[in-house]
Every structure is written in structure tokens, then in C-alpha cells.
């Protein structure tokens, strides 16, 4: 089903910008398509550009969506998120951030890794297993949404 969208977009190619966001296919589909999991998008996408050719893309929310995932991970994503798409690897990141300590780091490439995500932020990575993103998490609240407080 991913390679007829891929082959839909081609088509479309030919006859618009190359920026592709195809209708039908949302943000989270796309990821899958990719072999990455929907939680590494948190809910609340409204909408997506992806060049299929060179990769590029943009997700893009209504506002700046932080939360805490595994009880330990802060996360931000900003209203515009930016980078490069491709089969178990996405880079040249931008408007993804994780709190180290107490400094917002910038992750720039999240990489497959079996059934684990290295995510890194320079020359920092971080390993998770890939289950604990098999759904997207809340802005506000993450994975926890009935014990939280928004932020």
C-alpha cells in the first residue's frame, strides 16, 4: 500500500512542485511507509510536506507540543518541524528538542536500529525500544494523559 502512494506522488511529480502531500496519507502513514513507528509524531499534525525524491520534508503543528515520555524524557516539538526522510533514517533534523539535564538539545537524526530508535542530538545518542512509540503521544501529557497536568 506505501508503494502506491510513492508511485501516486511520482506521478503527481511530473505535473507539480516537487512538495508532495498527498491527500489521503497522513503524516503518521507516511512514517510507517518509511519503517519508523507513529509515536515519534505526537498527535496534532495538520498537515505535511515530502519531497519523495530527495527526502525532504516538513510536519507541521499548531503550536510548540512538549511532554514527557518514559518518566525521564522531555521532548519538545516546535510548529514547524524540518529534516530528511528515508528508509529507517531521518536527519538533518530541526525543531526537535530533548532536555539533557537542564539544556534543550537539538536531536538531529533518529536511525532504526532493528527494534530499537538511536536518537541523537551531535555526539550524544540515546537508545529506546521501539514499542514505547507504537502510539503518538499528547501534547501536555505524553503517554500518561489521565495522571498528568498540561503543560
Not at 516539538?77 to 526522510?85: D, E, H, R
Request: aromatic share 14%; net charge negative.
Amino acid at each position: 500500500m506505501g508503494s502506491l502512494a510513492a508511485i501516486l506522488c511520482l506521478i503527481l511529480i511530473h505535473s507539480t512542485p516537487s512538495f508532495c502531500s498527498i491527500e489521503n496519507r497522513t503524516a503518521y502513514e507516511v512514517l510507517e511507509d518509511y519503517d519508523f513507528p507513529i509515536g515519534l509524531l505526537p498527535k496534532g499534525v495538520t498537515g505535511y510536506d515530502l519531497n519523495i525524491t530527495t527526502g525532504k520534508f516538513s510536519v507541521y503543528f499548531d503550536h510548540t507540543c512538549s511532554f514527557f515520555i518514559e518518566s525521564s524524557y522531555h521532548l519538545k516539538y516546535k510548529p514547524t518541524i524540518k529534516g530528511y526522510l528515508s528508509n529507517g533514517k531521518l536527519y538533518g533534523l530541526e525543531g526537535i528538542y530533548a532536555r539533557l539535564f537542564l539544556v534543550w538539545k537539538e536531536i538531529v537524526e533518529i536511525v532504526r536500529s532493528g527494534d530499537e530508535l538511536v536518537f541523537s542530538v551531535g555526539v550524544l545518542s540515546s537508545v529506546s525500544p521501539i514499542h514505547h512509540f507504537d502510539e503518538s503521544p499528547q501534547c501536555g501529557c505524553g503517554f500518561n494523559c489521565g495522571m498528568a497536568i498540561d503543560m
